[in-house]
Structures are given as C-alpha cells and as structure tokens.
C-alpha cells in the first residue's frame, strides 16, 4: 500500500534549467527525508524536515534547496541542474527516528 | 559521526543456498539497527529492526543479531529464493541523527 507518492517518475532535462520534485506522506508522520540514489545504489542523505523544520542539511550544493508547505509535504528543487546531478530522488517519511517509509523515486536524467 | 559498512555486492547465488551479508557500525550512541530491500522500480522498505542490543530480528526467513560487543548486524537466510533478488541496505538510526545506510548490496538468485 504506498503512503508516499512522489511526482513525476521521471523527468529529463538539460544542464542549467530548474527541477522540481514533490512528495506527499498521507501516513501522519512527522519527519520527512530526501536522499539521493546514485547509479550504484548509493543511499545519501540530503535533507530532512520535522515540523516544517529543517533538522538536517548535508552539505550539498546551494542549488539544492526542500521546500515545505506543511508536515505532510515536502518538495525539492534544484536551480540549475548540472549532469552530476542524474540520479534517483527518494523521498522518505518517518514518526521520529523510527522506520522510514520511502516513495517509489524520480529518476532525474541531465543531458 | 555515524558510519555504516556493508558487503560490497554484487553477490549472485543459486536458489537453496545460505546467504549471508555482513554489515558493521559505527556510532557513539545507543542506535537502532535496520535491514532494509529494494525490489526494481520501488523505494526501499522495512525488511526488520532491532533497537536493543543482543536481540534479533527476523522476517520472510532472514535474520540479524544485533551484536553490541562486536558492533555487527550481519543479515542471514539459511536458503534463498530467486524472489529474494533485490538490493539489501543495512542502516541505524540515533536520535536526532537522519538515519543512515551502508552502500547497499545486491542479490541475485539463479535457479
């Protein structure tokens, strides 16, 4: 049963333009997560937010930045997509620090 | 801060064999330790966890023991199934910390 939707599945793009991915959690939770999935599985964390407040910022590039209009959403936006930055987006929901429920991904391809 | 080390994949097995992936940890506090599995086309879900030290998890046939002393977490199935091909992530989670995961490893299972 999917709890975390995130649109679009895909999206293709050139370097320089703006992206931006959303994510809903219809579970009540209260912690929302974005990692990023590189081609060899690798799971990074990027961001989360508890509470419209942004708990964790790993340091990533300034053209990253989550966008969250309440505790059930939480979006990502990158200003001018450079090609490393083709991966999956995952996005995670979670009450405290207890199991993450994760959506199905965005797969971002920078040509 | 907190690490994660896990089997390097792939690992390709055939259907009836044990299967064991091993995955160790660092941390300085008291964390909670999780298996996670990616199936194509999917987030990663809950395979089990254990928060307290000396016990085990368990699920669909596979197992951990979440070994203090040793700070290990090693996932075993005494015989895989070709639907157990998938990518495993051991991860902890700390208070206050966004979880985190090991590099991932990849089973496939030929039958």
């Known amino acids: 049963e999917t709890a975390v939707f995130q649109t679009p599945n895909y999206h293709v793009t050139q370097v320089g333009n703006e992206v931006s991915f959303n994510c809903k959690q219809t579970?009540?939770?209260?912690?929302m997560y974005w990692y990023k999935q590189d081609s060899k599985k690798l799971l990074k964390i990027m961001f989360s937010?508890?509470?419209?407040?942004?708990?964790v910022n790993e340091t990533v590039p300034r053209r990253f930045s989550p966008q969250s209009s309440d505790k059930a959403h939480l979006n990502l936006r990158i200003k001018s997509v450079e090609p490393e930055d083709s991966a999956v987006y995952l996005c995670?929901?979670?009450?405290?620090?207890?199991?993450?429920?994760f959506g199905a991904g965005t797969r971002l391809s920078v040509l | 801060g907190d690490s994660v080390t896990q089997t390097e994949g792939p690992v390709t097995l055939s259907e009836g064999t044990s299967l064991t992936v091993n995955c160790s940890y660092e941390?300085?506090?008291?964390?909670?330790l999780f298996w996670y599995v990616q199936y194509p086309g999917e987030g990663p879900q809950l395979l089990f966890k254990?928060?307290?030290?000396?016990e085990k998890g368990s699920n669909r046939g596979f197992e951990a023991t979440y070994n203090k002393e040793a700070t290990s977490f090693h996932l075993q199935k005494a015989s895989v199934q070709e639907s157990d091909s998938a990518v495993y992530y051991c991860?902890?989670?700390?208070?206050?910390?966004?979880?985190?995961f090991g590099a991932g490893t990849k089973l496939s299972v030929k039958p």
């Open positions: 991860a902890l989670s700390n208070n206050n910390n966004a979880p985190r």
């Open positions: 941390t300085k506090q008291y964390p909670t």
């Open positions: 937010y508890n509470n419209k407040q942004l708990i």
């Open positions: 579970l009540g939770h209260d912690t």
């Open positions: 995670a929901s979670s009450h405290g620090q207890d199991t993450l429920y």
């Open positions: 254990v928060p307290k030290a000396n």
